[in-house]
């Protein structure tokens, strides 16, 4: 059974950073596309951030460009995504995702359709307040 589980979420203050894991079991992570999503409670899901199979090329959101960086560490069948600068406007639940097969969707497709994703990690809060 595959699955997903997010870790790393926490209250920081506005300027700090985060660092979120997304462990995968079950299978591995090496040429998935992988996806960051975040959503607050009555908001839209919204892609974050992307790691692409084929090529391992990055995408991100323009909110988030030159703040966070997501990176893949096949060893640990994980993949992380780094946040610096935080700001109160990324508090939020943030979900890792993929998809069954290799590598699956670009990038450009995935953030922008989150129900494009087969596979969901519970999500880890990260809070930005001062």
């Known amino acids: 059974q595959a699955q997903l589980v997010e870790s790393g979420g926490d209250f920081v203050q506005p300027g700090g950073s985060l660092r979120l894991s997304c462990a995968a079991s079950?299978?591995?992570?090496?040429?998935?596309?992988i996806a960051w999503f975040r959503q607050d409670p009555g908001k839209e899901r919204e892609g974050v951030s992307c790691?692409?199979?084929?090529?391992?090329?990055?995408f991100y959101a323009d909110s988030v460009k030159g703040r966070f960086t997501i990176s893949r560490d096949n060893d640990k069948n994980t993949v992380y995504l780094q946040m610096n600068d935080l700001k109160p406007e990324d508090t939020a639940t943030y979900y890792c995702?993929?998809?069954?097969?290799?590598?699956?969707?670009?990038?450009?497709?995935?953030?922008?359709?989150?129900?494009?994703?087969?596979?969901w990690g519970k999500g880890t809060l990260v809070t930005v307040s001062s």
């Open positions: 790691i692409y199979g084929a090529d391992d090329k990055t």
């Open positions: 079950g299978f591995t992570l090496d040429r998935h596309t």
């Open positions: 995702s993929t998809q069954r097969v290799q590598p699956g969707d670009h990038c450009t497709v995935v953030l922008g359709f989150y129900r494009a994703m087969d596979y």
